[in-house]
């Protein structure tokens, strides 16, 4: 069985309800858009936290004061890993074995090769080569049978003798690298980054 309301009282139920949605509506509505401001901020401070937290800034890594197998312990373990991925940050040492030779021409300009007999953690000795662009590095040879430390972004050669090779041995160029750089016979090439 059906309640019949009168017609009166269920227009005045209806004003009544319209009436009290309609005043709570506008403050709900602000409210609203506030929470989705707030939101949207709080979303924009957390990216900004992410990106700032994963890819930090640019770092001067020091010399090692000596060229030790544990210089070339990263390296090392990239080796053995057999990853073909080129990796930032990673440093070595050792000797050249013949005097640098430039590579001339390319997409990237002249080159000097700096061919290294490096030996690795556990006594291994494996030819690494250093590469230097002289547009951004400056001119940086070296004869042969001197010390040479570099650091900067690994990369490994599919053919030829060496086993990896070291390239952007200058001031970073890209997100999540530090500041490279490469050292002959003592002489640090740069000699300091600004970044």
């Known amino acids: 069985m059906k309640r019949l309301i009168p017609s009166a009282a269920r227009e005045k139920t209806r004003t009544t309800v319209f009436a009290i949605a309609s005043k709570s509506r506008p403050v709900n509505l602000q409210h609203a858009i506030f929470l989705s401001r707030m939101r949207y901020a709080s979303g924009c401070l957390v990216l900004l936290s992410l990106l700032t937290t994963a890819a930090p800034a640019q770092q001067n890594i020091a010399v090692p004061s000596a060229c030790t197998q544990s210089v070339n312990s990263k390296l090392g373990g990239l080796l053995s890993s057999q990853t073909t991925q080129d990796t930032d940050n990673v440093m070595v040492c050792g000797v050249t074995v013949s005097a640098s030779r430039t590579q001339r021409g390319g997409r990237h300009g002249d080159h000097e090769i700096l061919p290294l007999r490096v030996t690795m953690p556990g006594g291994n000795v494996q030819l690494v080569e250093v590469v230097i662009n002289d547009d951004l590095d400056g001119r940086v040879t070296a ?10 972004q690994a990369f490994f050669p599919t053919r030829g003798r060496f086993v990896a ?9 890209h997100r999540g690298a530090d500041n490279g750089w490469v050292v002959v016979n003592g002489v640090k090439h740069p000699s300091t980054c600004n970044r």
Do not use: E, K, M, R
């Open 143 to 152: 004869p042969a049978n001197v010390q040479v430390y570099a650091y900067g």
């Open 165 to 173: 090779g070291i390239h952007d041995v200058h001031c970073s160029t």
